[in-house]
């Protein structure tokens, strides 16, 4: 279990006021407010989107769109949830339907791609970018969540409408699955990789 830091929980609180007050204020019409959401937010969706699309271009184009569906969409927002896993929600969302548009052309790709030799992963790829190439996009986003952004299994069952159960099993066959690559010869072995996960 992780150690919390006695800052760290009213770090967390200031940032959730911070983003609850932003938010009232673009609803009352303050549209320049929106700029704190972005500022606070932009970072995570870029890492976020670019680890599930896996290029610039397009990562730069979803998370401008996700930052304008979140924008339309504000007067949904409720405090049952925090604004973050409401945001997630949305680019989850997001980008299922720019997967769903890719999958035909991925399957041709995938077609092309058995007929080439395989190609060694660099040595200087990170190692997060090593590991996500094993997953589906489904693990990819499961992994992100929970391992990365650190959302309990009942926030990202929110999130991916999964139940919370179900992304439990999801996840440590997703864990077991990258541990065997790594036990065969990954860049990562034994603890090393049982660290990062």
């Not at 320049?32 to 890492?47: D, G, H, K």
């Amino acid at each position: 279990m992780q150690a919390t830091i006695p800052g760290d929980m009213q770090v967390k609180r200031d940032k959730y006021q911070r983003i609850e007050q932003a938010v009232e204020r673009v609803k009352a019409g303050e549209q320049e407010a929106y700029e704190i959401i972005i500022l606070e937010f932009e970072r995570q969706m870029y890492t976020y989107c670019y680890y599930i699309l896996r290029n610039h271009e397009e990562t730069e184009d979803a998370v401008q769109d996700i930052f304008i569906r979140a924008y339309e969409k504000l007067e949904q927002y409720q405090r049952q949830t925090t604004f973050s896993a409401w945001l997630y929600k949305i680019a989850y969302n997001h980008l299922m339907n720019i997967k769903k548009k890719q999958s035909r052309w991925l399957k041709l790709v995938n077609e092309f791609k058995k007929t080439e030799p395989v190609v060694q992963i660099s040595p200087y790829a990170t190692v997060i970018d090593e590991l996500l190439t094993y997953l589906t996009p489904e693990e990819r986003h499961i992994l992100l969540l929970k391992a990365v952004e650190q959302y309990s299994f009942d926030e990202i069952g929110a999130i991916m409408n999964i139940k919370p159960a179900t992304l439990r099993k999801k996840y440590e066959r997703l864990r077991r699955k990258l541990l065997e690559h790594t036990s065969k010869g990954g860049i990562l072995h034994g603890q090393t990789a049982r660290s990062h996960l």
